[in-house]
């Protein structure tokens, strides 16, 4: 089955502890990208990637890295995780140009 | 300000009567306009992409359009498996970045 899969689906941290939250799609496909759903702020873009070892930032990328070292994965770290980071975190991947991104089922990230 | 903005934010339709969803988008330069549907606890799942104004796309019960300025959802005889939050997002930047409007969340009652 054609999917993008994150983990965890949820997720309770403490401020400050590194995290990384995996995303891994089985589509071949080159471009990925994350996002966090906020109540009130809807989604918003952290960082994107159009293929391997190229990334690009979003439009909330402060507190965030990604890298893209292999086409099928795309994980999202947090160096030193804050409260104003808890959020829903999606990940999604698409071919090139025009087509919809597929969506991850979402990660639940609270930071306490 | 590049602004994408949808309404109304909700919406409580009967079962059968027909409805239509806004998106009006300041930005310039459009590439491509796309339709998400999201249910609750659930990532959004892809819809339609819309180029071009005058464009239109279907699928099942829903139709949308796109001018120059907005697009609307059309959703014909909806029935409650309709019943979900409908996303628009817009892409108008180089590389591949979208911005998403705030969203429609439809109620469609039997």
């Known amino acids: 089955e054609a999917q993008v899969t994150q983990n965890p689906r949820y997720l309770i941290t403490v401020t400050g502890k590194k995290l990384t939250v995996t995303c891994s799609q089985n589509m071949n496909h080159e471009y990925m990208s994350w996002y966090r759903q906020d109540p009130g702020l809807g989604l918003r873009q952290i960082y994107y990637s159009m293929n391997v070892e190229v990334t690009d930032k979003g439009d909330v990328p402060e507190g965030y890295k990604v890298s893209r070292k292999e086409k099928r994965n795309f994980p999202l770290i947090l160096e030193s995780p804050s409260p104003n980071q808890t959020s829903l975190y999606f990940c999604?991947?698409?071919?090139?140009?025009?087509?919809?991104?597929?969506f991850g089922s979402g990660t639940r990230l609270t930071v306490v | 300000e590049d602004q994408v903005t949808q309404s109304p934010e909700a919406l409580r339709l009967q079962e059968g009567e027909s409805s239509s969803l806004n998106c009006s988008y300041t930005?310039?330069?459009?590439?491509?306009l796309f339709w998400y549907r999201q249910d609750p606890g659930k990532g959004p799942e892809f819809l339609f992409t819309l180029y071009s104004a005058g464009e239109e796309k279907e699928k099942e019960r829903l139709k949308a359009t796109l001018t120059k300025k907005e697009s609307f959802l059309h959703i014909t005889a909806p029935k409650p498996e309709d019943s979900a939050t409908y996303l628009c997002?817009?892409?108008?930047?180089?590389?591949?970045?979208?911005?998403f409007g705030g969203g429609t969340r439809l109620m469609v009652k039997p």
């Open positions: 930005v310039s330069g459009l590439r491509g």
């Open positions: 997002a817009v892409r108008y930047r180089a590389g591949n970045m979208l911005t």
């Open positions: 999604a991947s698409s071919r090139p140009g025009n087509y919809g991104y597929t």
